[in-house]
């Protein structure tokens, strides 16, 4: 491994270190396991990988506590998986089965759980963000210190929404936090050829809202800020905003064969900054951990992840009866059983 950036001691102990280093792996094996099934047939439609990306939502959601919520875009599986959802069930949407979140008839970009407060999955990019503050506002309307997690991307840090979002959050002082995932490309366009900034965080200024540039690739970095600005929304503070520096590995979906950058950038990023090669040196340096620990661990995500694929071939296609039911909210809520 080549050499890397050092980071300041870590400021949490052997076991959350440990688990940073489980959830991360888990998002990066279940997405290589989903890339695997795809080029198999066994998942249409569109499904965009967070490989690369995985410390940005394990180090937010280490500082969460229940009640707080989150909404992303299509690049969802690894915010499922952080959150707390089960891999059987998001892997089993993935294949179009009975078994997954949306019955099958969702796919990657529409799964939602009620119970660990993941609002989706969103294809169209920005329609996620002033959602967000919709949550945030419920929230707020309630009287509780929960906050919202409102994600995404550089490029849809471009669309004319999110302005109209800053703007109303700012004025409601709603608790969210709008994490910006600069992965530093939006489909084929690098973000130099699209943003006028290279600032993203900056762009909350106008409507008086604090923001802030993070190491997308240090799960310590992102957990710190998100402690931060956590602190911030529930002192009824209002928003904030994070701009998280990441990457990510593979295409923009996987119909992407990434023309666009070279295989070097990609190795580069692979070799001098992998955030999950980054907690591994962490424990391995510190004592924590040995090589045999962590193969112990490697083991048990590949166990999960397996049994995931095993669900999603095993469990049925969705019966045809089921393409007319849970399209139109027909019955009133004190209707439903
Ligand atoms: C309103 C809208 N315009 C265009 C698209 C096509 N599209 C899908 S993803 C994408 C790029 C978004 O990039 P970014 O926000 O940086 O997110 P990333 O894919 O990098 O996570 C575009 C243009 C779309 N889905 N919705
Ligand atoms: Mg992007």
Known sequence: MAARRTTKKPNV?????????RDMLLIRRFEEKAGQLYGMGL?????????????????????????????????????????????????????????GYSKGKGGSMHMFS????????????????????????????????????????????????????FNMASLWKLPVIFVIENNQYAMGTAQKRSTSTDEIFTRGAPFGIPG???????VLAVKEASEKALAH????NGPYILE?????????????????????EVQKMREEKDPIEHVRELLISGGHATEDDLKAI????????N?????????????????WTDIYADVAPQDEA
């Open 244 to 264: 998280v520096k990441t990457y990510r590995y593979r295409g923009h979906s996987m119909s992407d064969p990434a023309k666009y950058r070279t295989r070097e």
């Open 114 to 165: 009620k119970e660990k407060h993941f609002y989706g999955g969103h294809g169209i990019v920005g329609a996620q963000v002033p959602l967000g503050a919709g949550l945030a506002f419920a929230d707020k309307y309630l009287g509780n210190d929960n906050v919202t997690f409102t994600y995404f991307g550089d490029g849809a840090a471009n669309q004319g929404q999110v302005y109209e979002t």
């Open 212 to 218: 802030e540039l993070v190491d997308g690739m240090d």
């Open 307 to 323: 049994e995931s694929a095993d669900f999603a071939k095993e469990s049925p296609e969705p019966a045809l009866e089921e393409l």
């Open 298 to 305: 490697d083991k048990e995500i590949k166990d999960i992840v």
């Open 43 to 99: 998942i249409g439609g569109f499904c965009h990988l967070y490989i690369g990306q995985e410390a940005v939502v394990v180090g937010l959601e280490a500082a969460t506590k229940e009640g707080d919520k989150r909404i992303t875009s299509y690049r969802d599986h690894g915010h499922m998986l952080a959150c707390g959802m089960d891999p059987n069930g998001v892997m089993a949407e993935l294949t179009g089965r009975e078994g």
């Open 13 to 21: 102990s052997a076991d959350e270190l440990k688990q940073y280093y």
């Open 233 to 236: 929304c529930r002192a009824g």
